[in-house]
């Protein structure tokens, strides 16, 4: 096998501590620098602290609508993994590129700036577009200021392709996800005076029992979507903290928990409906004991999903990019949903890499998919250049 193009790009990627905590902004330089050395000005888009960026390009003419590519530059810890390589090293090893970073998702932003030369050599009709974020991975943050920027912009992009790793699967849904910290107020007695206060943890475990309840709503009554791996919407709580000591009625306690809904699930209509129970039955009878006590619900995250109708152009030009005629839909969030729902761009996820080796120790790609995001990238410079 002859050595990829983008290797040489993958490598120096990896090499950048780009944890979500960390900075990304020497990763953000080096491909700016990379870019301007090709002739091509990158705009940056910070954040609030100015500690990360977003970054912005187009190749070819800006007064014209094209191909966005996009990608998230950060990567989840390694803290606690038992690494049997630097993470932050590639390792090449029986035809696998290990690091953190290689399949989530650095290998397709190497891919699309090693094509960068090609795209601007062969002239292109049809711009294509770099949108590089930060903070994807704890709960897409950066790129809703990328996106605030894109709305305002005279030219959008026509169409977007989130490079995520689906083995190069042509993805057109995933779930929207909404979640909670819910902290329930309540008020200290003696227990052997249990009904002179309030208890926070009784009154938290009644909330989450009608999660639950609504969970098993979903499971069997749907709406159910045959493409996904669990086929309906689902209600999980995921942590619970109150109470001090046996003796004292609790007077706090703290639930988070999340939605993880189908398109056709309304999310505002779920809140509503948690919310409703909290209020119209819970809370009347905490205050009846006393009047402070009470139900505070927080939405910590919202995720739209990403139901891309596969009649839409973006569905079948990526299908030819990527040589196939099948699609699917994918358990994970990403930010396409943002982009198609926020900022009206028609977006698919394809990307190289498998997502069952991201967020773990030893996550790696094959060469085989950087191959293939190789070709897909080749296709896509015949499609938009003019020679
Ligand atoms: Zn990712």
Known sequence: MT?????????????FDTTSRESNLGL??????????????????????????????????????????????????????????????????????????????????AV?????????????KTPVHLAFSYDEE??????RRLIDKLKDMPVKPAMCIVGEPTSMQVVTGHKGKRSFVANVGGLEAHSALAPHGVNAVE???????????????????????????????TVHTGVVAGGVQLNIVPKSCRVEFEFRYLAIDDPDALEAEIRDYAAATLEPMMKAVSAEAGIDIECVNDMPGLEMDPGEDVVAFVKALAGRNDHAKVAFGTEAG????????PT????PGDIAV???????????????AEDFMRRLADEVCGG
């Open 3 to 15: 050595e990829p193009r983008s290797l040489d790009l993958i490598k120096k990627l990896i090499a």
């Open 28 to 109: 953000i330089t080096f491909i700016q620098e990379y870019l301007s050395g090709h002739g091509v000005e990158s705009m940056l888009v910070h954040s609030e602290d100015g500690t990360k960026a977003n970054l912005y390009a187009t190749l070819g003419e800006k007064e014209k609508s094209g191909v966005m590519l996009s990608g998230h530059t950060d990567v989840v810890p390694v803290d606690g993994q038992a690494w049997d390589t630097d993470p932050f090293e590639v390792t090449e090893k029986d035809g696998n590129l290990y690091g953190r970073g290689t399949a989530d998702m650095k290998s397709f932003i």
């Open 112 to 124: 699309a700036l090693a094509f960068v030369p090609e795209f601007l050599k062969r002239g292109l």
């Open 138 to 143: 704890v709960g897409c943050i950066g790129v």
């Open 203 to 233: 009154y938290a475990a009644e909330l989450i029992t009608y999660l639950k309840n609504m969970a098993r709503r979903f499971e069997a009554e749907g709406p159910y979507d045959e493409l996904y791996e669990v086929t309906h919407s």
């Open 338 to 345: 943002l982009f198609h729902t926020s900022a009206g761009i």
């Open 348 to 351: 698919v996820v394809c990307g």
């Open 358 to 372: 991201a967020h773990k120790p030893n996550e790696y790609i094959s060469l085989e998919q950087i191959t293939k």
